[in-house]
């Protein structure tokens, strides 16, 4: 069959040709005998009928590739990209790609991977990483794995871990803080943590929690949660000292707000925290 295009693009090779255009459909046999044109390498990197076998057969440097395009063209096989390491790969977009196992990660451990994106993917139990302690994951996201418990953190407490993250994310207690000082508690952190309750913040009032939207105030665990309502004082009221305590530049709770809470929770201090905190 004559490629009449093919033979128009040799005999008038000065002509104004739209080569972006001709990027997307022009067959690669054309693009291979005329490598010298000016190809749009955008978009013959996300072609669908890209294969290995065409890169290896195209002699050039393997920059010319779109290296995100290329990575993450769902035309190549991961295999593909595994196995032929010479070429000009994204191996933090190869990462994302739905065809990654970790398998293949734990198999392939040198590649420069976005180890926050593979553990954030794969490491779902910390079994994982303690089976595997020599590959470069991400503590910040292993801290952010459910499950975690700060028992089993205090007991391995030798691993990297990123506190800001278990602080953010771990289920807290007052007896875990109070008994834990050699940890540099942020508490500028836990005024984040989804598991605050007010018994912590009334228990450590002096220490220097955020009270502002991004802290105590944008809690919905301290603003509606059920110790407030055990011990009889209304979000009306709770804001009000929320909203008092705001204005207040060292982040100090209201004193005369505090008093009143102080009265409320005598209840809660003799009846209601045995039942939360199972002692």
Not at 124 to 141: G, S
Not at 178 to 191: A, C, G, H, K, R
């Amino acid at each position: 069959m004559i490629d009449y295009l093919y033979i128009l693009l040799c005999q008038y090779p000065d002509k104004d040709w739209d080569y972006r255009y001709m990027s997307r459909y022009v067959s690669w046999d054309i693009i291979i005998k005329l490598i010298d044109r000016d190809w749009d390498w955008y978009y013959l990197s996300s072609r669908t009928d890209l294969t290995i076998n065409i890169i290896k057969s195209i002699k050039l440097d393997s920059r010319t590739w779109v290296a995100y395009n290329l990575s993450m063209n769902s035309s190549l096989n991961i295999l593909d990209i595994m196995n032929n390491n010479n070429i000009n790969w994204s191996w933090h977009y190869i990462s994302e790609r739905n065809d990654l196992t970790l398998e293949l990660v734990l198999s392939n451990p040198d590649h420069n991977y976005n180890w926050a994106t593979i553990t954030h993917r794969f490491v779902k139990n910390i079994q994982v990483v303690l089976d595997n302690p020599n590959m470069a994951w991400d503590w910040c996201e292993i801290s952010k794995i459910n499950g975690l418990t700060w028992d089993f953190v205090l007991t391995h407490n030798h691993l990297p871990w990123h506190y800001r993250s278990l602080m953010i994310n771990l289920p807290i207690t007052y007896d875990i803080i109070n008994n834990n000082p050699q940890i540099q508690w942020d508490f500028d952190t836990l005024s984040m943590n989804k598991y605050m309750t007010p018994y912590i913040v009334l228990k450590l009032h002096n220490k220097p929690w955020t009270i502002d939207r991004n802290g105590l105030s944008g809690n919905m665990n301290i603003i509606d949660n059920r110790e407030v309502k055990n011990i009889e004082l209304t979000k009306k009221a709770f804001n009000n000292w929320i909203l008092a305590a705001s204005v207040h530049r060292r982040n100090r709770l209201y004193e005369p707000v505090l008093d009143l809470l102080r009265l409320r929770i005598r209840d809660y201090e003799n009846g209601i925290r045995a039942r939360l905190t199972g002692r």
